[in-house]
């Protein structure tokens, strides 16, 4: 399970609600690895991966249009590392998710973390601290 804690806030109330929402679609991922009872979790996946797309597009436009407002001079670098995330996302192979199921849900569970721990503690506290200097 993956636990929103205090360090996550940047600050930026919309941004930190926005950033909930993505430990909250990781931790549908998380139970659904831990669910004896799903053989076939196939569809919950490819769901589970729709959101993750479809909320990622969201929230990048989103915070790469806070980041123009407040005249974030590294912008277009951190547009890139989103840039990045959606490629992953979008290159997933749906056939290789289906011949092992938990293996693929483990990848996108460490992949979310991966992104939580190094992109919103390290990369978006650069623009929260910037907004907050001025």
Do not use: P
Request: glycine share 2%.
């Amino acid at each position: 399970m993956i636990t929103w804690r205090e360090e996550f806030c940047l600050g930026v109330e919309e941004i930190d609600k926005q950033h909930k929402r993505i430990f909250d679609i990781a931790n549908e991922a998380y139970d659904l690895l831990k669910d004896e009872f799903h053989l076939d979790k196939y569809d919950r996946i490819v769901d589970i991966i729709k959101d993750l797309k479809n909320y990622a597009v969201y929230h990048f436009n989103y915070e790469e249009d806070y980041m123009k407002s407040i005249g974030y001079r590294k912008l277009l670098s951190h547009k890139v590392l989103h840039d990045d995330f959606k490629e992953k996302i979008n290159n997933i192979d749906l056939d290789k998710v289906d011949e092992n199921q938990d293996e693929y849900i483990k990848e996108i569970l460490n992949f979310v973390v991966d992104w939580i721990e190094s992109h919103i503690l390290k990369t978006d506290r650069l623009y929260a601290e910037k907004d907050l200097k001025t």
